[in-house]
Antibody, heavy 115, light 108 residues
Framework: QVQLVQSGAEVKKPGASVKLSCRASGFSFTAYYMHWLRQAPGQGPEWMGWINPNSGDTSYAQRFQGRVTMTRDTSISTAYMELTRLTSDDTAIYFC?????????WGQGTTVTVS | EIVLTQSPGTLSLSPGERATLSCRASQSVSGGYLAWYQQKPGQGPRLLIYDASNRVAGIPDRFRGSGSGTDFTLTINRLEPEDFAVYYCQQYGNAPRTFGQGTKVEIK
């Protein structure tokens, strides 16, 4: 079935980097942009950016510019999101989501704890 | 960017009752491009409604979206036990896409 499966929980020290993965199955990986969002406790989701899996083109939210990098490996239908210079404010659940302007398929989320 | 304000923050209702959730935008949402999501603990959001009023296939017809411009509403008729969750609105008519802070529908 159509699904996005994300990598497991991460615990990082302040100043470290984290790289998360999102594997797509059940649909053509290169046919849809992939977005990354995060959700802090008790908050709504926050958009971080997107990657076009076909071309590798990316666009990032201004607040993450310089700290975030989104990549993909089309051979294994997987998108990646790396966030550097982590602080406690980056503690959140990170989601990948398939783009149709709205988000119709979401990963299960990856909890990142910075402490 | 467009700020979406959802109200109320929490709605305490009993099964069988009707829930009315509001989502107000700080400026007009272009094209009425607004979606509603349901989120349960430990899960990613689930898309319910897109383009303000179109229900996703498989979503029960007790979920109804309406509105345009700056004011949007999600109505859930005859609440079922599985409907108690947090609901978010999201606009995708203007960049960047933004979400509301959520309305929690809890059992009274």
């Amino acid at each position: 079935q159509v699904q996005l499966v994300q990598s497991g929980a991460e615990v990082k020290k302040p100043g470290a980097s984290v790289k998360l993965s999102c594997r797509a199955s059940g649909f053509s990986f290169t046919a849809y942009y992939m977005h990354w969002l995060r959700q802090a406790p008790g908050q709504g989701p926050e958009w971080m950016g997107w990657i076009n899996p076909n071309s590798g083109d990316t666009s990032y939210a201004q607040r993450f510019q310089g700290r975030v990098t989104m990549t993909r490996d089309t051979s294994i239908s997987t998108a990646y999101m790396e966030l550097t210079r982590l602080t406690s404010d980056d503690t959140a659940i990170y989601f990948c989501a398939r783009d149709r302007l709205f988000y119709d398929v979401w990963g299960q989320g990856t909890t990142v704890t910075v402490s | 960017e467009i700020v979406l304000t959802q109200s109320p923050g929490t709605l305490s209702l009993s099964p069988g009752e009707r829930a009315t959730l509001s989502c107000r935008a700080s400026q007009s949402v272009s094209g009425g491009y607004l979606a509603w999501y349901q989120q349960k603990p430990g899960q990613g959001p689930r898309l319910l409604i897109y383009d303000a009023s179109n229900r996703v296939a498989g979503i029960p017809d007790r979920f109804r979206g309406s509105g345009s411009g700056t004011d949007f509403t999600l109505t859930i008729n005859r609440l079922e036990p599985e409907d108690f969750a947090v609901y978010y609105c999201q606009q995708y008519g203007n960049a960047p896409r933004t979400f509301g802070q959520g309305t929690k529908v809890e059992i009274k």
